[in-house]
């Protein structure tokens, strides 16, 4: 939230222009950046329009919350109105998203899409983008939870017209999505006063701020309820756009032999592993032949294992990214491909048969199997040589095909605890984006933590473990990883840093001395007790994250340097690049360094790099790290 007062003290700050200059200078605070010139524009040219209704409406002692930031979730409602509902005396909350649209029409005369001049894409109806937010807080806010009734939503279009966006009340309409325009603000008014009481509304936005934050559905945790029964994520603005634009395709092909590809793209926790299983679940409940497939071992082993647990027939849905190398030619009616950014050159290695041997390109084989194949990928994930799943190299196969090819941008999260700033934080640290590291300012969604040694980390996660959060250790791969381990030999204790030592994750598929497989390293409880590296860590997530910096990424001086000789990780051949080294190893650490939900323990072998990151990371927020944690208990 950037800022709360009631609505005669908004509207009087309004006035004099103060409002908009709090407003910039806590967005910076939060966000790292400025606010883009549009949003800037949009504060000034809604809220007083919202504020004079309230006013109008003899609602000048309600609150007014501007920017409120969902929890665990970058996305935030333009406004929420705090205040006493005055039939039931209870506590009553409005939600508004105010656009200043003139008019809208339905995408392709389908209202839950809709097109406006101002937008190059199709963007949600407002009607569903404010009902997501409603029932986004009543599943993650303990003041709501309980009582779901007490909170209402609704889009107030003050520019439009009835007529320039009719198309778009053909979406039904309900106590938590709702829409007026300009024409109608005298209904508009007489519905605020439905809902919000003549009183001061500053105890019911308090007991909303306080409300206890629940901790984001464990993806793994719920994709067998996705595949088999229904869906229990809800999905925000553009990932709803994208899962709607991928059911459109499905409609289009099955309608009119119709093929098209669709591309989401979004970096860590924007959701897509969660569109996937939506649209998963959604298109087995219509009987739509889809299958769901990666090139992670880990991520489709977890997958089968929850969605599959009871049903052979439910694993065999997870498929690798190699086993289309014979499928029959728009066989599927869907192919979703996640991580698609591990697509490989090819799908021939040394295991395939002679008779099956191609070097038909990957990525030709997955569109080739599919009516409307679906790639959701971040490029800023490929941590492999041979790894090619861009969004132009898929887009180029589909020209080659003469395919039209629909690309949807997630720009919203919700891992690292829904905070934009740590994730810029982060890819600034590791130089890509341009503009270098810059000090880490705390946003109270999330905790970041410097220590001196591995033994601090793991006394740090061991105590979070006690709590009942879930933790994990990963690292660079830096040590030597023994891969066979005689019956009854303990576990080799291969990550070495001074006297402190711990084995690396399982290699294969057997559990072996009370720890996991591989592929469950980041799932199993038990998982803790050994180091992840990137390709077990890829694709999850955990409450507590401890990554140590290797040797293989150091800072000298006034930059990173990577180190091949550092480096255990046998896909580094000498034939790799020093360029492209460079970027596999930094992406290596922004997928380490973004896996955590609550927060992140760092810790480097190398003194010179820790000094840089105490430098940006200002010591001793431990503590203020277990009180940002208190909030997903």
Not at 338 to 356: M, P, Q
Request: proline share 5%.
């Amino acid at each position: 939230m950037l800022y709360r007062d009631s609505a005669s003290a908004v509207a009087a700050e309004g006035l004099t222009g103060a409002l908009f200059l709090r407003l910039i200078d806590q967005f910076v605070h939060k966000h790292g950046h400025r606010p883009s010139p549009g949003e800037i524009r949009s504060w000034e040219m809604s809220i007083p329009v919202l504020t004079n209704a309230l006013l109008d409406a003899g609602l000048g002692k309600v609150e007014v919350l501007l920017e409120y930031s969902l929890p665990l979730n970058s996305k935030r409602a333009d406004v929420i109105l705090a205040g006493v509902h005055p039939g039931t005396g209870e506590s009553s909350y409005l939600v508004v998203e105010l656009k200043q649209w003139s008019g809208a029409l339905p995408e392709d005369g389908e209202p839950l899409l809709c097109r406006v001049d101002s937008y190059a894409r199709p963007v949600l109806n407002p009607i569903e983008q404010v009902r997501g937010y409603c029932d986004y807080l009543v599943s993650f806010n303990g003041a709501l939870a309980d009582h779901p009734e007490r909170i209402s939503g609704v889009a107030f279009l003050h520019n439009a017209t009835e007529f320039g966006v009719q198309g778009l009340l053909e979406v039904e309409q309900s106590e938590r999505g709702r829409l007026f325009t300009g024409d109608r603000r005298g209904e508009f008014l007489d519905y605020l006063r439905s809902k919000l009481g003549p009183v001061s509304g500053a105890g019911a936005a308090d007991e909303l701020l306080a409300g206890k934050v629940g901790p984001s559905k464990q993806l793994m945790a719920v994709a067998a309820a996705e595949v088999r029964e229904r869906e229990q994520f809800v999905l925000l603005d553009e990932q709803r756009v994208a899962y709607e634009i991928v059911l459109r395709a499905v409609r289009r092909a099955r309608q009119s032999d119709h093929k098209e590809v669709v591309v989401i793209t979004g970096g860590p926790g924007t959701g897509k592993s969660v569109i996937a299983l939506s649209l998963m679940g959604d298109l087995y409940r219509r009987n739509i032949t889809a299958l769901h497939a990666t090139g992670s071992s880990s991520f489709t082993t977890t997958m089968r294992r929850m969605a599959g647990a009871r049903k052979r027939e439910v694993q065999e849905l997870f498929k690798y990214f190699n086993s289309f190398m014979t499928a029959e030619r728009n066989g599927l009616d869907v192919l979703i491909c996640d991580e698609a950014h591990r697509i490989r050159e090819t799908s021939a290695n040394r295991y395939t048969k002679a008779e099956h041997r191609s070097a038909k390109p990957q990525i030709e084989e997955l569109i080739d199997a599919a009516r409307v194949p679906v790639f959701l990928l971040d490029e800023h994930q490929v941590v492999r040589p041979g790894e090619m799943g861009t969004v132009d190299q898929i887009k180029a196969a589909a020209a080659a095909k003469k395919l039209e090819c629909r690309v949807v941008e997630l720009d919203s999260q919700f891992r690292c605890g829904g905070s934009d700033a740590y994730l810029r934080w982060v890819v600034r640290l590791l130089g890509l984006e341009a503009g270098g590291p810059v000090g880490w300012e705390p946003d109270g969604k999330v905790a970041l933590e410097v220590v001196d040694s591995p033994q601090e980390m793991e006394a740090f996660l061991e105590a979070r473990l006690a709590e009942k959060y879930s933790a994990r250790m990963s690292a660079g791969y830096c040590w030597k990883w023994t891969k066979t381990i005689k019956p009854g030999d303990p576990l080799p204790l291969d990550v070495q840093i001074g006297d402190w030592s711990r084995p690396w994750n399982l290699f294969g598929d057997r559990s072996i001395a009370g720890a996991p497989p591989a592929a469950l390293w980041a799932t199993d409880p038990a998982g803790f007790g050994q180091v992840g590296c990137v390709y077990t860590a890829q694709g999850f997530e955990y409450d507590w994250s401890g990554v140590v910096l290797g040797p293989d990424l150091v800072w000298r001086t006034d930059r990173w340097v990577a180190d091949r000789t550092a480096s255990k990780d046998p896909v580094f051949r000498k034939s790799t690049g020093e360029a492209e080294l460079n970027r596999l190893i930094r992406n290596t650490y922004k997928v380490l360094l973004t896996r955590g939900m609550v927060g992140t323990i760092v810790y480097s072998t190398d003194p010179e790099t820790r000094a840089k990151l105490r430098e940006l990371v200002r010591p001793g927020r431990v503590e203020q790290a277990l009180q940002a944690a208190e909030v997903v208990v």
